[in-house]
């Protein structure tokens, strides 16, 4: 006998965005403290910070895209 697929509420597939924001945020808190730590040593590491200032700037791209499609799931 075929098992019926789950299907997801809207409120369920806002609160799995919203679990991967809260990641996300922290990710990008903990790539602010990488660049604090870069810069915090007498010689910064130029590659270093654009790496980490890259990684962020990628986060907050993900960031968006996520915000743009919880707004896209209207509640039911």
């Known amino acids: 006998m075929p098992v019926a697929p789950i ?30 730590e870069a810069n915090a040593v007498a010689s910064p590491d130029e590659a270093l910070i654009a790496e980490v200032t890259a990684r962020k700037t990628d986060l907050n791209a993900k960031v968006a895209a996520l915000e743009a499609e919880k707004s896209s799931l209207v509640s039911e």
């Open 7 to 36: 299907v997801l509420d809207n409120d369920e597939k806002k609160n799995i965005v919203n679990q991967h924001l809260r990641s996300l945020q922290f990710a990008i808190y903990n790539a602010d403290l990488d660049l604090i």
